[in-house]
């Protein structure tokens, strides 16, 4: 009902209307749309790699396609090098992004996320094998140390950090004298919020994910694993949405060693697909719109490949529907596949071209989930 005012004005008036949970989902909106073009070329590449270097063809006599040609091999060793720059740094593009939102200093921003994940930290990926193996590096201040664990490819440690540098920043501004702004301003703002994030925020994050990781191994072998297949089905996407979803790839590995094979990845490819063809929805409502096109094309085209950041944070989130059509597709998928015990042998490529890791004996009923992670998120988007 405003007319006659600015783009900003109107967003501010929108905004006070909207209840906590629409506020902190507009916040990580306006966080990740600066770094949507980042995140879609990543997920182009990365799924481009996991074909490559993940599935094993039966026309190669079951090798993949960088096994059998030096060529292949050397183009997915070369596009590592975007596809790292992109996901395992994403807290320096995060970091900046809060910067940026919240008028702070924006090299402050990439610096602080630059030691989230630096490499003179242990890094995520090899955190719960350094622990294992008692190789986790620390700092070492004499009368105690701490451990110097890098954040990569998380999201709610960057997130915070952010926050906190931006916060910092404004408060600092306030307090000292103009004349000594720019030499004692991000020297107070910065050091401390890099403490922080190795203190406090960033270990919270690994908190929350090892609780998560506990909740998942009990789910997938207590006696209510077919209700543990429809939550996770249904919650795995908003754990893409915190970076925490990486911490399953140690507990699909722990499941594998132990029972010869793990039925946790296959719902994460059944919610992958599940995401892809909410946006293929997304797509299909708004198909003659050419800029739409720009973003939903790709992240159904990457989603299916088994990457959905770019899917969840470009169009899912911001319509919010297809997000849940989404995860209620997941969630029956998710609950189908643990009730019929789908397994696969180890981690694949987590999209449309995921049954290739199934075994053989779950082969069947994981084509039926398929089916019902790719019609029921369609047509419920089209529904809602």
Not at 280 to 290: I, P, S
Not at 318 to 335: E, Q, T, V
């Amino acid at each position: 009902g405003i007319e006659g005012v600015s783009k900003e004005a109107a967003k501010s008036a929108a905004k006070s209307n909207q209840n906590a949970v629409q506020r902190v989902m507009t916040t990580l909106a306006e966080i990740f749309t600066p770094i949507i073009p980042a995140l879609i070329v990543g997920g182009l590449i990365l799924g481009f790699r996991n074909v490559l270097e993940g599935v094993h063809w039966s026309m190669l006599n079951g090798k993949s396609i960088t096994e059998v040609s030096q060529f292949w091999a050397g183009i997915n060793h070369f596009l590592w090098l975007p596809g790292e720059a992109i996901f395992h740094f994403l807290p320096v593009g995060i970091v900046w992004s809060v910067t940026r939102k919240m008028g702070t200093t924006q090299i402050l921003g990439i610096v602080l996320g630059i030691t989230l994940v630096s490499g003179r930290l242990t890094n995520a990926y090899e955190y719960a094998q350094a622990a294992k193996e008692q190789t986790v590096k620390f700092w070492d201040f004499g009368f105690f140390q701490l451990k110097a664990i890098g954040y990569q490819a998380q999201v709610i440690p960057a997130i915070l950090a952010g926050l906190a540098l931006s916060y910092l920043e404004i408060f600092w501004r306030k307090v000292v004298p103009e004349v000594l702004s720019m030499i004692l301003v991000p020297f107070l703002a910065l050091v401390p919020a890099v403490i922080l994030a190795h203190t406090v925020l960033g270990p919270i994050g690994w908190t929350i994910g090892d609780w998560i990781s506990q909740v998942v191994r009990a789910g997938l072998t207590g006696t209510f694993s077919w209700l543990f297949g429809a939550i996770f089905g249904a919650f795995y996407a908003p754990l893409v949405i915190t970076g925490l979803h990486h911490m399953t790839n140690a507990i699909d590995s722990e499941l594998i060693a132990r029972f010869n094979g793990t039925g946790l990845w296959p719902m994460i490819a059944l919610s992958n697909i599940a995401q892809g063809s909410a946006v293929l929805a997304v797509w299909w409502l708004t198909r003659k719109d050419e800029e739409q096109n720009q973003i939903t094309v790709p992240s159904t085209i990457s989603c299916y490949l088994g990457v959905t950041e770019p899917a969840l944070f470009g169009v899912n989130l911001k319509y919010l529907y297809p997000f849940f059509a989404g995860m209620i597709g997941s969630s029956i998928a998710g609950l189908i596949a643990t009730t019929y015990k789908v397994t696969s042998n180890a981690i694949g490529v987590g999209g449309l071209p995921g049954f290739i890791a199934i075994q053989p004996g779950s082969m069947a009923m994981f084509f039926v989930c398929m089916v019902v992670a790719l019609v029921v998120p369609f047509v419920l988007t089209l529904l809602f």
